[in-house]
T-cell receptor
Framework: GAVVSQHPSWVICKSGTSVKIECRSL??????MFWYRQFPKQSLMLMAT?????????EQGVEKDKFLINHASLTLSTLTVTSAHPEDSSFYIC???????????FGPGTRLTVT | AQSVTQPDIHITVSEGASLELRCNYS??????LFWYVQSPGQGLQLLLK??????LVQGIKGFEAEFKRSQSSFNLRKPSVHWSDAAEYFC???????????FGKGTTLSVSS
């Protein structure tokens, strides 16, 4: 079946530094990838949608200069949290879909802790 | 506005008892409907999905869900709950155009012995 991986699975960084999270579709080409954020004991909230080769579309309230998303190939999208602050600590989950209608395939998530 | 409502924040069920988790949605177009399960600190696992056709869909781990268009509902059921079913359950709605999913707030299932 379709598999999506994320790396790293967890990361701890100091306030003010940047951290990059990778999302890869391992056995299919992902024309669209989505990035979600999940705070403890809360639901998933969409942050942005990225299409290969295009600029990401950010949801209202998500700072595009802080959360840099790059979808450079059909199998890789990256989320870079720049100048991280403790309030950015969260569980970040990506999902990927092939062209056309259908389900999304979710990665296992990345736990970010900013100290 | 498009939304998903899971009315029950927390449910406790005895092991071996039946389970029903409620999900109502508001969606302007033909909905694609999903149920996911999430264990603490883990990612999402797809239990089942509804795109079209038979309104009663079977999923993994003995779960099923029924799509009722007239009630805008997609409730999840299991006839006999196991202790390992304790987790967070999310209902989600998407579109045939492959847009992002809209998630409900989730229902925490606890299983008592």
């Amino acid at each position: 079946g379709a598999v999506v991986s994320q790396h790293p699975s967890w990361v701890i960084c100091k306030s003010g530094t940047s951290v990059k999270i990778e999302c890869r579709s391992l056995d299919f080409q992902a024309t669209t990838m989505f990035w979600y954020r999940q705070f403890p004991k809360q639901s998933l909230m969409l942050m942005a949608t990225s299409n290969e080769g295009s600029k990401a579309t950010y949801e209202q309230g998500v700072e595009k200069d802080k959360f840099l998303i790059n979808h450079a190939s059909l199998t890789l999208s990256t989320l870079t949290v720049t100048s991280a602050h403790p309030e950015d600590s969260s569980f970040y989950i990506c999902s990927a879909s092939e062209s056309g209608p259908g389900e999304q395939y979710f990665g296992p998530g990345t736990r970010l802790t900013v100290t | 506005a498009q939304s998903v409502t899971q009315p029950d924040i927390h449910i406790t069920v005895s092991e071996g008892a039946s389970l029903e988790l409620r999900c109502n949605y508001s969606y302007g177009a033909t909905p694609y409907l999903f149920w996911y399960v999430q264990s603490p600190g883990q990612g999402l696992q797809l239990l089942l999905k509804y795109f079209s056709g038979d309104t009663l869909v079977q999923g993994i781990k003995g779960f099923e869900a029924e799509f009722k268009r007239s009630q805008s509902s997609f409730n999840l059921r299991k006839p006999s709950v196991h202790w390992s079913d304790a987790a967070e359950y999310f209902c989600a709605v998407g579109s045939p155009r492959g847009t992002a999913l809209i998630f409900g707030k989730g229902t925490t299932l606890s299983v008592s012995s």
